[in-house]
């Protein structure tokens, strides 16, 4: 119990940590991605709010914050949260290191915030999910939203970029890339969530079961 704690809690400080820094990059106007002229402070925040590294890191930051006040915390909303965040932080991690790390070429603290969202705050949330649960979660509202809620990112991203002509990641820019290219890569990284999440739940049934859930907010285990 104790070290699901500690992991817990260093997950999130390390969540937190990238998050703010990203954050403080964004306001003082540092690069995000390819960006060499960013727009105003306004913009440059719904912007940042926009990435899907983001969301799923702050997903990642809001549940590891609660599993180290309990490592056995339960709940239908708490099943979808920590479902969500390491289903999101892991294809963030995946997505990054095979399509955008060889684009970037960032330096001093944006490379840092960029390896924090992208590598290490990903690597120690699936390594706490393996190895601490806590688990059984998994259960099908959980899997439900946890695929529905980056579909629904894809098409708003992309009805954004039709309006506005700004995509947060080069390969669904349909304007460069073209319909036929970018569909593809949808398809394929839609089918990369369903793999993780398939993945997921597998393990979480087949690992050791990481104890009684607490008696908070507490529901069936299927």
């Given at each position: 119990?104790?070290?699901?704690r500690?992991?817990?809690?260093l997950?999130?400080?390390?969540?937190?940590a990238a998050?703010?820094?990203?954050?403080?990059?964004v306001?003082q106007?540092g690069?995000v991605?390819?960006?060499t002229?960013?727009?105003g402070l306004?913009?440059r925040?719904?912007?940042?709010v926009?990435?899907?590294?983001?969301?799923?890191?702050?997903?990642?930051a809001?549940a590891?914050?609660?599993?180290?006040?309990?490592p056995?915390?339960?709940?239908?909303?708490?099943?979808?949260?920590?479902?969500?965040?390491?289903?999101?932080?892991?294809?963030?991690?995946?997505?990054?290191?095979?399509l955008l790390?060889?684009?970037?070429?960032l330096h001093?603290?944006?490379?840092?915030?960029?390896?924090?969202?992208?590598m290490?705050?990903?690597?120690?949330?699936?390594?706490g999910?393996l190895?601490?649960?806590?688990?059984?979660r998994?259960?099908?509202?959980?899997?439900?939203?946890?695929?529905?809620?980056p579909?629904?990112?894809?098409?708003?991203?992309?009805?954004?970029?039709?309006?506005?002509r700004?995509?947060?990641?080069?390969?669904?820019?349909?304007?460069?890339e073209?319909?036929?290219s970018?569909?593809?890569?949808?398809?394929?990284?839609?089918a990369l969530?369903?793999?993780?999440?398939l993945?997921?739940r597998?393990?979480?049934?087949?690992l050791t079961?990481s104890?009684?859930?607490?008696?908070?907010?507490?529901?069936?285990?299927?």
């Amino acid at each position: 119990m104790r070290g699901a704690r500690g992991w817990h809690t260093l997950t999130a400080a390390i969540a937190i940590a990238a998050l703010v820094l990203q954050l403080v990059l964004v306001v003082q106007g540092g690069r995000v991605l390819d960006e060499t002229q960013p727009p105003g402070l306004g913009l440059r925040l719904a912007r940042f709010v926009a990435y899907f590294t983001i969301q799923s890191n702050l997903l990642v930051a809001v549940a590891a914050a609660m599993l180290a006040r309990d490592p056995l915390r339960d709940g239908a909303g708490f099943r979808v949260l920590r479902l969500a965040a390491t289903v999101g932080i892991t294809v963030t991690g995946l997505v990054h290191f095979f399509l955008l790390r060889p684009l970037l070429e960032l330096h001093g603290a944006d490379w840092l915030a960029d390896k924090m969202l992208h590598m290490v705050v990903p690597l120690v949330a699936v390594v706490g999910w393996l190895a601490f649960g806590p688990r059984p979660r998994v259960d099908g509202r959980a899997v439900g939203v946890a695929f529905g809620w980056p579909i629904a990112w894809l098409a708003v991203t992309l009805a954004v970029a039709g309006l506005t002509r700004w995509v947060p990641y080069p390969f669904l820019d349909f304007r460069e890339e073209g319909w036929g290219s970018v569909a593809v890569v949808c398809v394929g990284i839609t089918a990369l969530f369903g793999a993780v999440i398939l993945g997921l739940r597998y393990a979480d049934r087949r690992l050791t079961p990481s104890g009684t859930p607490s008696t908070t907010g507490a529901v069936p285990e299927r």
